[in-house]
């Protein structure tokens, strides 16, 4: 079983804009130049719970200062690319259907005073306009069409992962139990998120009222994992970034959330080859005997960097036992 913490879903963006030039960067100067015309960069998800589904377009900025390093630690991505918003992208399945994405408008104002309202299209993304629906099992092809080029990936939507249930032992978190299939490869990602009675979200990624399908692209920590070592079954499986001991940790808890919801994808290999690709690239530590970081492999032709991710989804709502 192999386990990562990642940055968040849609630092995806951010882990190859620093891809980009890392070959070329002397590493006693902070300022850095990129390749004047880089490429397109793409992160995508189709789930199998109701639409809208989102994709994301950008390219890098031009250039990056190691002392912008904040904008890869939350919503501040934006500063260190350029959202793409006049692409065509084209959503279909191996059924016929098919979506021309629109370019999202949509605007979600903070839930407390402190935060800006976000806006979407400040951010590259796109959504499915029609009722087309993720589907186990069926094979979807995203099409990008930008500044003369096309630009596509296929994937296929895993089964659904297993149910599972929850234990806690002695943390706080819930722990997930279940029975894990012994003749097939699986791998997962998993989200979480803490939910107060009034649905607000503890991270202040999280202080917007994100749709279903597009709130990891804002996650703070993911998860991802193969079956390789698993038996069938998997017992108090721990998936969360900091679980405290019960009782040791915390002593005063003033707007504590009373749940946690958690989610559990199916991927594909090629997203787990992918996401291990890019936390391998974030331990490089740009010693004098660090080889120098690859390019992770990409779902899109024609030199596109990113990901075409089809999940099936399981859902799960707990209590934090403080």
């Not at 080859?273 to 970081?293: I, V, W």
């Amino acid at each position: 079983m192999k386990s990562f913490d990642i940055p968040p879903s849609h630092l995806v963006i951010g882990l190859l804009c620093a891809l980009l030039f890392s070959s070329c960067v002397d590493r006693s100067e902070f300022d850095l130049e990129l390749d004047p015309d880089p490429p397109l960069m793409i992160n995508a998800l189709i789930t199998d719970q109701a639409g809208p589904y989102y994709v994301q377009v950008s390219k890098a900025v031009s250039n990056f200062s190691g002392q912008d390093e904040y904008a890869f630690g939350g919503l501040h991505i934006g500063e260190s690319f350029n959202p793409i918003t006049d692409a065509t992208v084209i959503l279909s399945d191996d059924q016929g259907n098919s979506d021309v994405l629109e370019l999202c408008t949509q605007s979600f104002a903070p839930k407390s005073s402190w935060g800006d309202t976000l806006k979407l299209n400040q951010y590259g993304f796109y959504k499915t306009s029609t009722n087309l629906r993720g589907v186990p099992g069926r094979t979807y092809t995203l099409t990008v069409q930008y500044d003369g080029n096309t630009y596509e990936a296929k994937t296929t939507m895993p089964n659904a992962p297993p149910t599972p249930t929850i234990s806690y032992d002695q943390y706080i978190y819930p722990l997930l139990n279940f029975n894990e299939p012994q003749d097939e490869e699986n791998y997962y990602m998993f989200f979480y998120r803490e939910v107060f009675d009034n649905d607000s979200i503890s991270s202040p990624a999280f202080a917007y009222n994100y749709p279903d399908n597009l709130w990891p692209f804002f996650y703070t920590s993911i998860q991802i994992r193969s079956d390789q070592f698993w038996g069938s079954e998997v017992s108090n499986l721990d998936i969360h970034e900091n679980n405290l001991i019960k009782g040791t940790q915390i002593k005063f808890c003033f707007e504590c959330a009373e749940n946690m919801l958690i989610q559990m994808h199916s991927i594909t290999k090629e997203v787990y080859d992918f996401y291990s690709s890019l936390k391998q690239q974030a331990r490089n530590d740009g010693g004098t005997f660090t080889t120098e970081p690859a390019t992770p492999p990409s779902s899109f032709t024609n030199g596109v960097l990113g990901i075409f991710r089809a999940s099936a989804v399981q859902s799960i709502t707990a209590p934090i036992k403080y």
